[in-house]
């Protein structure tokens, strides 16, 4: 099968990279080995929390130098401040253009985000109807005082928990609940009464008043906070509510699976369908050959996949965006790491086993930086050689943190524009 | 064959992301889930069998749950294990006559305009609602006056012009229902140098029987194709298929479920598309004429299982002037025979909804899709033609 582009990978730089590459004329497959970690990210997108010393970062553009010090490798480092700057501008852009409705700017600095646990997080992008405060050490509160209204008896969101932290940060709260007869159905199975099965049984649109009935009876306050299960299929949902109730309604993101997180996956997906990308769930690449192993640089001819069998996929380009190891794009075995995919060069990493994790569950984990070696156009290297038609992107890269630095977003989002800057380049 | 091991079961994460694309626990909260009827399920049921439910039939062995799962576990497979192990022999009559596609198809095409004539009286619709549970407001297929077998045999073009030559699996619903699927299937491989054989004994693939639960059934026709495959395969490359289904059960139901060792020749099964794609990678070559039509490509939930959505879209994309739309892959609800079956029809129409809504909203004139339930589903619920899209390139053929 032939295609301009294989993008392997299905998450928010696999799909970033895609949908860029389709709209500027490229024939793309996308291919993925499940539905991807976005399903378990809060909804809000991180550039950079903090440097690699744990030193607080309030505006990325300011501490992109000093992260270059003390991270030569991250790919931010690699691009350099200026690049950096110009591809997150133009991922605001994008996100906003392909129905991603965002708050948040690069240049105006983080904002605040609230976590499932009721903490609040720095970010740099939240989707318009996630809760967010502006603010860098404290949240610079517009309300007095918020009402945290819950659906009754829904376990992955805890309101005490929330309430408690608002409390200590000078909010007023009162906490209500809520049930519709229509979701006494999903109780019959308490396991799965979780946020996206709610969300859809709350988005319909018979429901749609009744929901709004409930929330009138808590809108004594300035603001109202709901758990995120509603306005799954149906995005609008939280901003309609927010204006017939005449108070802003935001919604927090919830323990897994989570919906704001899903809600950005399926929308990449259409947006990738809609300009006639076509997608291979389910598959794996199995085997894949080299135009002529022997060069002084490697191309990539064929890639074999589970799936089609003896049929290759013969792709001009290849995006490597499969994620770190939680999404199989990285494998560690007993002595060694490796790139699941192509075996490519990774940046350096300790010998000895040991010194790969932490015993402290909480302390920043070495591991969680290893990864796939780039230049600054994201092309890659395979036993020192470079790989002309292969490109990485997000969480498979190296040189990062993105618990500790909390930048996984801003990398996977940045580092798909560049990749797909660089096949532009050589077309 | 170790179910354990095939499952994978013990790889799962509890991440539920499974339970989220799963159609059926959408709108029909009675059933557990993927996740609580899998690998939850299955942790229990190893201590106990008296953890098994019942409402595992609720499952509509869409395989959803797998492609969704990042895990590589295949939870369909588990639960269709699980109810092949502790379900109660089936002895509805009802679900005998959905699923025993063969024995139904050969008695109803040898009277087949008195069948089709009487299957739509009102008296028979009641009768097949109250009595044995096929709700009256379906409309049934069809069922062909001569079946494609027996047409090949008395009115095929000589088969034997051709220097190559490939084994058409043609499915029950080309043979009983719509032959002329199976005509355009040998239109377009005639066109393309290739002559057609069949088996020497096909049966229906067994999928409608695992669905209902006669496990040994489907045994038994896989049994029966295996030896009939493997015969064909001494003289021809391969065997192809039009329906993405029948193309599937060989492919995975067979080892997955059945437990058939399929490995010598699970790689030479193709859907018709993915060998046309073939042949044209060989050079060969197929003249179409302009089809100024949109047309909206569905994915059926096998063929989002097998992964091979590429090749009908890239040889549809050969037409010229067609424009096709690629709809997000969204579950018709109808699974086989699933929603003929009065108790899971309103669950069937309200997993279709989303996907009837976008198919109306597209623009489109026709729909495509290699599954023949999905076609019955689709055209009922939205009122649009939905073909194979063997046909759709047969009837563009110059």
Not at chain 1, 150 to 156: A, G
Not at chain 2, 4 to 30: G, W
Not at chain 2, 223 to 242: F, G, H, M, Y
Request: aromatic share 8%; with cysteine; charged share 20%.
């Amino acid at each position: 099968m032939r295609f301009d582009v294989v993008v392997m990978g299905g998450g928010l730089a696999g799909y970033t990279c895609a949908i860029t590459l389709l709209d500027s004329g490229l024939s793309c497959a996308l291919m993925s080995i499940g539905q991807s970690a976005l399903h378990f990210s809060s909804g809000s997108m991180d550039f950079l929390n903090a440097l690699p010393n744990g030193e607080r970062v309030y505006k990325p553009e300011a501490a992109l130098e000093k992260l270059k010090e003390l991270a030569p490798e991250h790919p931010y480092s690699l691009m350099g401040a200026e690049k950096t700057k110009a591809m997150a501008l133009e991922a605001e852009r994008l996100l906003n253009n392909w129905g991603i409705l965002v708050s948040g700017s690069f240049t105006e600095g983080n904002h605040l985000r609230l976590s499932p646990m009721g903490k609040l997080l720095p970010t740099w992008l939240s989707q318009k109807d996630v809760f967010w405060v502006k603010g860098d050490e404290k949240p610079l509160w517009e309300w007095k005082k918020v009402s945290i209204v819950t659906v009754k008896d829904f376990l992955d969101f805890s309101p005490e928990i929330i309430s408690a932290q608002l409390n200590d940060l000078g909010l007023q709260t009162k906490i209500s609940s809520f049930t519709l007869p229509d979701l006494e159905i999903l109780r019959e199975n308490p396991s799965e009464f979780r946020s996206v099965n709610i969300a859809r049984v709350l988005d319909k649109k018979e429901n749609r008043p009744l929901v709004l009935a409930e929330l009138k009876k808590a809108t004594d306050c300035d603001a109202l906070i709901l758990p995120a299960c509603l306005g799954l299929n149906h995005p609008s949902f939280i901003s309609e509510l927010s204006k017939e109730l005449g108070i802003p309604v935001r919604i927090v993101p919830t323990l897994a699976p989570s919906m704001v997180g899903a809600r950005i996956n399926n929308h990449l997906h259409r947006e990738f369908l809609a300009r006639g990308g076509v997608s291979m769930p389910k598959d794996v690449a199995t085997a894949y050959t080299f135009k002529d192993p022997d060069a002084e640089t490697l191309t990539i001819e064929k890639i074999f996949t589970a799936n089609h069998g003896d049929i290759p996929i013969r792709p001009r380009h290849v995006i490597l965006a499969t994620g770190s190891f939680f999404s199989k794009g990285l494998y560690a075995d007993m002595g060694k790491i490796k790139e699941a995919v192509f075996e490519l060069d990774l940046l350096d990493y300790p010998d000895q086993r040991e010194e790969w994790t932490k015993y402290d569950f909480f302390a920043p984990q070495p591991y969680a930086g290893f990864g796939v070696k780039v230049d600054e156009n994201m092309r890659t290297f395979k036993k020192g050689k470079l790989v002309t038609n292969l490109k990485a992107a997000g969480l498979v890269l190296g040189g990062f943190n993105p618990v500790l630095q909390g930048c996984g977003a801003g990398v996977a989002l940045v580092t798909a524009l560049v990749a797909a800057q660089s096949v532009l380049a050589e077309e | 064959m170790n179910p354990l091991l095939s499952t994978n079961f013990d790889a799962c994460t509890k991440c539920t992301i499974c339970t989220e694309y799963c159609p059926v626990s959408q709108v029909r909260p009675a059933f557990a889930g993927p996740k609580q009827s899998g690998p939850d399920g299955e942790r229990q049921r190893l201590k106990d069998a008296a953890f098994y439910s019942e409402a595992l039939k609720y499952c509509t062995n869409c395989k959803r749950c797998e492609v969704a799962c990042p895990s590589n576990v295949h939870i369909g497979d588990e639960i269709a294990l699980a109810r092949k192990k502790f379900a109660p022999y089936n002895l509805s009559p009802r679900d005998a006559i959905l699923s025993h596609t063969d024995f139904m198809g050969s008695m109803a095409t040898m009277a087949a305009p008195i069948v089709n004539f009487m299957a739509n009286l009102a008296p028979t619709k009641f009768f097949l609602d109250k009595f044995l549970g096929i709700p009256s407001w379906r409309s049934f297929p069809r069922y062909a006056n001569k079946t494609f077998r027996a047409w090949f045999s008395d009115n095929a073009p000589d088969q034997s012009v051709y220097k190559d030559t490939v084994t058409l699996f043609h499915g029950c619903f080309v043979n009983y229902n719509n032959p002329s699927l199976g005509k355009d299937a040998l239109k377009l491989l005639n066109a393309l140098g290739v002559g057609v054989r069949l088996l020497a004994g096909e049966r229906c693939c067994g999928v409608p029987l695992i669905a209902s639960g006669f496990f040994q059934d489907a045994l038994d026709n896989a049994t029966t194709n295996k030896a009939s495959i493997e015969k064909a395969l001494e003289n021809t490359e391969r065997i192809v298929i039009p329906s993405s289904t029948c193309t599937m059960t060989l492919r995975d139901e067979y080892p997955e479920v059945l437990q058939i060792d399929n490995s010598s020749w699970r790689d030479r099964i193709d859907l018709l598309p993915r060998y046309f794609y073939r042949l044209l990678e060989e050079g060969r070559e197929l003249k179409f004429k302009p089809m100024e039509k949109v047309v909206a490509y569905h994915t059926a939930c096998h063929m989002e299982k097998l992964g091979w959505t590429a090749y009908s879209i890239d040889l549809l994309r050969l037409i010229p002037g067609i424009k096709l739309i690629l709809l997000p892959s969204l579950c018709c609800g109808i699974a086989g025979t699933y929603g003929f079956k009065k108790e899971n029809s309103p669950t069937a129409q309200k997993i279709g909804e989303p996907l009837f809504d976008l198919i109306k909203g597209s623009g489109c004139s026709l729909v495509v899709s290699e599954c023949e339930t999905c076609k019955m589903q689709i055209e009922m619920c939205t009122g649009l033609p939905c073909e194979n899209p063997v046909t759709i390139l047969a009837d563009a053929l110059i």
